[in-house]
């Protein structure tokens, strides 16, 4: 099974400030690596495909990189609603797995 | 536009069986697989599994292979995941999502269904 560890676990930011959270995977998994947000109380939202596509609808403060086995998704200019846990996934090997989680919180 | 639909909540005894439903709507339902994800209260995303629609073929963790079912009904576009011998660590809220086919990315979310397991 391919481990994703992501760093940090919480991050208290100020609004404006650039944000980035990486995601180490524990073998070589390409580009197969997607990002999700999950508000408190919604369901998860995709939000960066195959390390670095962005999503239609997504906002473009939001971007990601890297490939093989470390990531990165980075928030340009943090805004309040982005307050939110972010999560990693491989959909490299069966079977599927995520990101521990790292949780956003503004100050 | 696209959407998968759950069902509601529901409550069992340790040892009981529980059935979540997923409907899709705006889209070919064979042409996209589903995938099934839970989140116990105050924790992380856990894969359950998936289910290739246009054949039925499914895959999941080896930590659930003996628990969960997973099948679909292409007349009504409705998925479905079931949950055998319940324990209360089951509780939590359960997710299916879209699978883009090439590239596993889970890109359309359902609402959530919160099962309760308890005595």
């Known amino acids: 099974e391919i481990v994703l560890t992501q760093s940090p676990d919480f991050l208290s930011v100020t609004p404006k400030e650039k944000v980035t959270i990486t995601c180490r995977a524990s073998q070589n998994i390409g580009s197969s690596l ?7 109380d ?3 939202k995709l ?7 962005s999503i239609s609808g997504v906002p473009s403060r939001f971007s990601g990189g890297g490939s093989g086995t470390d990531f990165t998704l980075t928030i340009d200019s943090l805004e309040a609603e982005d307050a939110a846990a972010y999560y990693c996934h491989q959909g490299s090997a069966l ?3 995520f990101g521990q989680g790292t949780k956003v919180e503004i100050k | 536009q696209v959407q998968v639909v759950q ?9 009981a069986s529980v059935k979540v439903s997923c409907k899709a ?3 070919i339902f064979t042409s996209h697989g589903i995938t099934w994800v839970r989140q116990a209260p105050g924790q992380g995303l856990e894969w359950m599994g998936w289910i290739t629609t246009y054949n039925g073929n499914t895959n999941c963790p080896q930590k659930f292979q003996d628990r969960v079912i997973m ?3 292409t007349s009504t576009n ?19 999502a879209r699978v883009d086919h090439g590239i596993h990315a889970f890109d359309t979310w359902g609402q959530g269904t919160m099962v309760t397991v308890s005595s």
Not at chain 2, 78 to 96: G, I, N, P, Q, W
């Open chain 1, 95 to 97: 079977p599927w797995t």
């Open chain 2, 25 to 27: 709507s705006g889209y």
């Open chain 2, 71 to 73: 099948t679909r009904d």
């Open chain 2, 78 to 96: 409705t998925a479905y995941l079931e949950l055998r011998s319940l324990r209360s660590d089951d509780t939590a809220v359960y997710y299916c």
């Open chain 1, 47 to 53: 939000l960066i495909k195959f390390a670095s596509q």
């Open chain 1, 34 to 40: 997607h990002w999700y947000q999950q508000k408190p």
């Open chain 2, 7 to 15: 069902s509601g909540a529901e409550v069992r005894k340790p040892g």
């Open chain 1, 42 to 44: 919604q369901s998860p």
